[in-house]
């Protein structure tokens, strides 16, 4: 049995996202005076919009 779709036909046929995942890391300081890192995924609409986060 032949396949009756190719790999190139399926990649094809995918939307590609209208928006960017970013990794922001944020960096607090604790009362004892200790730096702590807070990490999170942000979803952005587009890439340029990375320097405007806090």
Known sequence: MAKTQTFAAKAKGKQ???HVMVKFVK?????KG??????KLV???DISKVTSLQ
């Open 34 to 39: 200790n730096y702590k890192f807070q990490e």
């Open 16 to 18: 590609k996202a209208s």
């Open 27 to 31: 960096t607090v300081k604790s009362g």
């Open 43 to 45: 979803k952005l609409d």
